[in-house]
């Protein structure tokens, strides 16, 4: 009865604290409600004492999913997102590995899905794509000095490697809706996290969480189709997953923080990426010629972008000299098919 009677006293100092806070009119309420049920109960009732407890931790996750989402760039999905971060958490605390992970990767699943609904982004996605750009940056991070790696490694190619098709259909010609969950997830990855500026250094930091996704993927799976068919690939991360579970309940929960800053930090980038993206089209630019070499020439825009021109388009318009203004005509790969003086 003593050691019943000291956490009891722990657990009401800290209700109390919750309780008296003004911005906890919910909760405060919640507890209102239990106290008046549990008047005719016993005293130090151990399953109202559990039900205040459990009710304690949730106020906490959902403070604590608040604060992860805050300033999160879709903000219509916040209050979905927090409710299941709240719901995970709750089956976290039960043991409940499965609907952990699956409650876990619908927060996932909600922001690859608004990601690759946004117009923007499937603008982006739909041109990026079709130019064939190498998937990579240099060093510098400049979203245009694209770094060519040894195997000339194109975003088509980083995002879906060979399973580049649906029913013969190729993905890139896809809107990003139609897409499986997991392509939705690399793509919203990769446009909306990295800003579509990947250094090739990164590659491995992009296999590492890319993949830890899909485990999670994988899982969830598991929670909603319990007993289906799995391909020999989930069989074999199921059999890595499941005897370390304990392991994974913290790799799957940083993996999700990780997701959601990337993304936030992405969305800063985001008008710079769809200027970027908007070169990719059929186009006429008037350019100011900054110089004139023998193998190549030179020009600027307006914004102050430069364009390398070869000698064998500019050597057909005739004589053209260091500051004269020309028109620059580009193909919907975003290269110089010609130019007129």
Known sequence: MGQDKKQLTKLLKFVKELYDDPDNKEFAAGIQSLIEDASNAAPYDKDKIEEIYELCLEKNAKEQ????????PCPNI??????????????????DFYN??????????????????????????????????SAYVANNGDIANRYSDPKNTTVNRLIFGDYDK?????????????LG???????????????????????????????????????????????????EGQEKRLATILPQKNRYYALFFSELIYFVNKIIEGSVSKGELVKYASRFRERAEECAVTSVLASSMFVKNGDGEVYEIPSFIFKKAGTINTGQTIKVFFNKQGKVERIEV
């Open 181 to 231: 969950m997991y392509d939705k997830v690399k793509c919203s990855l990769y446009f909306a996290g990295f800003g579509s500026k990947l250094r090739y250094s990164g590659y491995g930091e992009w296999i590492y969480n890319t993949s830890l996704i899909y485990d999670i993927y994988v899982i969830r799976c598991q929670a909603d189709h319990r007993g289906g068919e799995l391909t």
């Open 100 to 133: 952990f992970g699956a409650h876990l990767f619908l927060q996932i699943e909600n922001i690859c899905n608004v990601i690759c609904a946004d117009e923007q982004y499937k603008e982006i996605y739909t041109r990026i794509l079709h130019a064939s750009l």
């Open 166 to 178: 649906i029913d013969k259909v190729e993905k890139k010609d896809l809107p990003p809706s139609k």
């Open 65 to 72: 999913a608040i604060g992860l989402y805050e300033g999160f």
């Open 78 to 95: 916040i209050d979905v997102l927090v409710e299941d971060y709240v719901i995970m958490e709750r089956f976290r605390r039960k043991g």
